[in-house]
């Protein structure tokens, strides 16, 4: 039997695959994305009777007199509506309304991720474009602003016009002024690094829809000038006299001579080109006959007018946008509404006016200048990202964004006039927009990021689990590294078939089988050298390869595989103890240690030791919580480090109160520079009030709590399931730590989401520990060779 093999599938079935998935996503438990959670308490008849009758009539007489307090005594300021009529879908055209609702839920995602802004989505079915006007004016009452999304044009700039004459809150429609904004911000960067003036340069636009006019028209705003402009549509160049040529374009056409233009000769000697239409429209060799030092925005999604290696090949002197994420310089509109909106809301804007957009631009502008996070160098695997022709524009996963922008944006609206109320401390209302959201999604999306730049050889030890094969898929479909299943390969592959599951690109490798024998023979050689004076003789090396947990950790020492993924249908000692005997410890770790990294509202928490030593002794609690510390620096992060205890500082002489007492000493002495503290109460670590009452003297007053080291196995285990499944906490883990190579061990009940983070967490810890391997240098590899044959 040849037990490592590819099964090949079509590009159809894969397709079939991903769009089962999305369905699923969107289907499963509460069908769509978003939900009303209450923001008071609405538990007993006294909250009842305040939230609604009779005590909601108290806030409707103050509204009432005094409209304004709508603001004080509702949601309205916090509120966007996300309209559409579905008439221009991206990528899907004009789909209705009813279609158009998964994207519009979508955006309202985004707005409360990126700015903590919440969102009703509202679709409405209605194309005459004054009637869509007064449906929209009379919701005006409800929101704070409102967003347009995927209306088509030219009814769009119409739509647009009038709700702002009509209308007392900020509208934008975002297709047209995101990308505006964003490109606007990547164009002065860009200008200055190849020292050109924007009065000066010569732009070739092509692509005449609403992004690409409300682009040129705010480049206008920043200086350019009109003639310098060639804009070209599916009908070629926009000329005077050309027949369906609207007022706003009219401004930005050519002479009539100039009729006859093809984009390849307007191309010749421009400084700037800016694509807003379809892929693949632009050739090398228009490239090569730019001006000196050009710019190329390829924008066109999912393909852009040209590739990015494509241009980049022609000329060296070339900075490069695209709209896509792989390549460097994208021009995203994530980097503009949430931000945007957030600061038209926090005065009570009654417009979003032209001074606050160009505030936004520059804001965006010279944050790009300014040195990057490490959480972001982290993201992108680089040690530092600084400003030039790969870096003109802030990445959207940028922590300063919503700290930036949106004052920018607060300022310009107070300055202009267009603001109902003013901010007088702005230190204070940064503060509070970095409060607005905790670290979490934003973690989250950075370690996946990071993951995606280096993928590692992840085995698979429990492969014959429909859980395992699912996220072995997600894994090879996210890029995030490239599966290797361990397992009976018939099994295996019934599983797959009965789940609509594609394995193919994925080695299976049964140790059991006939075929692995001379592999068993030098994985137990190795296995018999190391174990031989530890009560291990020859025959037990070998027999002991046949199991999976053995084999695959034979398989990660000897370098074949990056990392290992086990225990779901293992107890957690079967997996951790070969592991420790195969693989080691890190030098100078004695004992491995648990760590669970949960998601909150106060940003990440790190909790250990939560799977492995039961009753640690104080020197243990303190290595364990040396190496915790080590982990949270590894993601960026620097750790604050709260050791528990029913104990606050010496109020209990109990044993296990000295015991974590005495094990913050030697922390303190191992690494005085690590902020921890403790013992203290759980409760009293995230208390800044009481604590700076009672224990002023206590480094936990330096910053936000995010590591809490428990004194035994019992606490932090109890501690974890609770804050997971009745506090709602997302979750991490468990990440082992202390092992010389990523080896991760499920627990009981692991979905595959969960799975999946976990696979993403050995992947960021193996690059660390590895060298990275190209996707060809991969499938060199004995076992993709040995499947190539098959």
């Known amino acids: 039997m040849q037990t490592v093999s590819f099964r090949p599938t079509t590009k159809h079935m894969a397709k079939e695959l991903r769009k089962q998935e999305a369905l699923e996503y969107h289907a499963k438990g509460r069908p769509g994305k978003i939900e009303v959670v209450p923001t008071k308490e609405a538990k007993t008849q006294r909250d009842l009777s305040l939230a609604y009758s009779p005590g909601v009539a108290e806030p409707c007489k103050e509204i009432a007199a005094n409209p304004d307090d709508i603001y004080k005594y509702t949601s309205k300021g916090n509120l966007v509506a996300v309209i559409s009529n579905g008439t221009a879908v991206l990528g899907l055209g004009n789909i209705g309304p009813h279609a158009s609702k998964p994207v519009m839920e979508g955006k309202g995602v985004l707005f409360k991720i990126f700015a903590d802004i919440d969102v009703f989505d509202i679709e409405i079915d209605e194309t005459d474009p004054d009637k869509f006007v007064e449906i929209v004016k009379s919701l005006e009452p409800t929101f704070g602003g409102i967003n347009l999304e995927d209306i088509k044009a030219p009814e769009c700039f119409y739509i647009e016009r009038k709700l702002k004459e009509k209308c007392n809150i900020p509208v934008m429609h975002d297709d047209q002024h995101g990308t505006a904004i964003i490109s606007s911000a990547a164009l002065l960067n860009a200008l200055e690094l190849q020292r050109k003036k924007i009065d000066k340069v010569r732009f070739v636009v092509n692509g005449a829809g609403a992004a690409a006019m409300a682009c040129i028209k705010l480049y206008e705003r920043l200086g350019a000038r009109p003639s310098n402009f060639m804009v070209f549509d599916k009908d070629g160049i926009l000329f005077q006299g050309r027949p369906d040529i609207d007022e706003l374009k009219h401004r930005f056409c050519v002479d009539a001579k100039l009729k006859d233009y093809t984009l390849a000769k307007a191309m010749k000697d421009a400084d700037v080109f800016i694509g807003l239409s379809v892929g693949n429209v632009v050739t090398p060799d228009m490239i090569k006959t730019m001006a000196r030092n050009p710019i190329v925005f390829a924008l066109a999604n999912p393909d852009p007018e040209i590739t990015y290696p494509e241009a980049t090949a022609v000329r060296k002197d070339l900075i490069m946008a695209t709209g896509r994420s792989d390549y460097p310089n994208q021009v995203n509109n994530v980097l503009g509404f949430p931000y945007i909106f957030r600061g038209a809301l926090d005065v009570r804007a009654k417009h979003i006016n032209e001074e606050m957009k160009l505030a936004a631009v520059h804001a965006l502008a010279e944050l790009a200048k300014s040195p990057v996070p490490d959480i972001v160098n982290l993201a992108y695997n680089e040690k530092t ?406």
């Open 385 to 790: 990202i600084t400003f030039g022709p790969t870096y003109i524009i802030p990445k959207p996963i940028d922590p300063r964004l919503l700290a930036t922008v949106a004052p920018a944006v607060a300022k310009a609206a107070i300055e202009s006039q267009v603001a109902r109320t003013s901010i007088k401390d702005w230190d204070a209302y940064t503060i509070e927009l970095n409060r607005r959201l905790g670290l979490d999604n934003q973690l989250s999306r950075v370690i996946g990021n990071k993951a995606r730049k280096d993928p590692k050889r992840i085995l698979f030890a429990d492969a014959e689990n429909v859980k395992i094969l699912k996220t072995a898929q997600l894994v090879y479909d996210e890029k995030v590294g490239y599966p290797i299943l361990l397992g009976d390969e018939a099994k295996i592959r019934k599983i797959a078939d009965m789940n609509g599951i594609d394995l193919d690109d994925m080695p299976i490798i049964n140790p059991k089988a006939d075929d692995m024998e001379e592999v068993r023979r030098q994985f137990g050689d190795r296995y018999f050298e190391k174990r031989q004076r530890r009560g291990v003789n020859k025959y037990e090396a070998y027999k002991v390869m046949k199991d999976r947990i053995h084999f695959g950790c034979m398989m990660l020492e000897t370098g074949e595989v990056d990392c290992m993924i086990s225990g779901l249908s293992r107890n957690y000692p079967e997996t951790i103890k070969p592991a420790i005997e195969i693989i080691g410890t890190e030098p100078g770790v004695k004992k491995i240690a648990g760590m669970y990294l949960l998601f909150t509202r106060r940003g990440p928490l790190f909790l250990a030791d939560t799977t492995v030593n039961f009753n640690p002794t104080s020197e243990e609690l303190a290595d364990i919580t040396l190496m915790v510390a080590k982990e949270v620096r590894h993601f960026n992060i620097t750790p604050r480090v709260a050791m528990l205890s029913y104990s606050n500082f010496g109020s209990s002489d109990s044993p296990e109160a000295k015991l974590v007492r005495q094990a913050r000493e030697i922390v303190k002495q191992k690494d005085n520079s690590l902020i921890c503290d403790g013992e203290i109460q759980g409760i009293l670590a995230f208390n800044k009030e009481i604590l700076k009452d009672n224990y002023p003297f206590t480094e936990l007053l330096n910053g936000e709590v995010n590591t809490l080291i428990f004194p035994n196995l019992a606490a932090g285990n109890i501690a974890y399931n609770l804050l997971q499944e009745v506090g709602g906490a997302d979750s991490i883990g468990p990440i082992l730590l202390g092992l010389n190579k990523p080896v991760h061990v499920l627990q009981l009940g692991s979905s595959v989401r969960s799975i999946f983070n976990m696979c993403v967490i050995a992947v960021v810890d193996a690059q660390s520990k590895t060298k990275s391997n190209t996707p060809e240098e991969v499938k060199k590899s004995r076992w993709w060779k040995r499947n190539t044959k098959s």
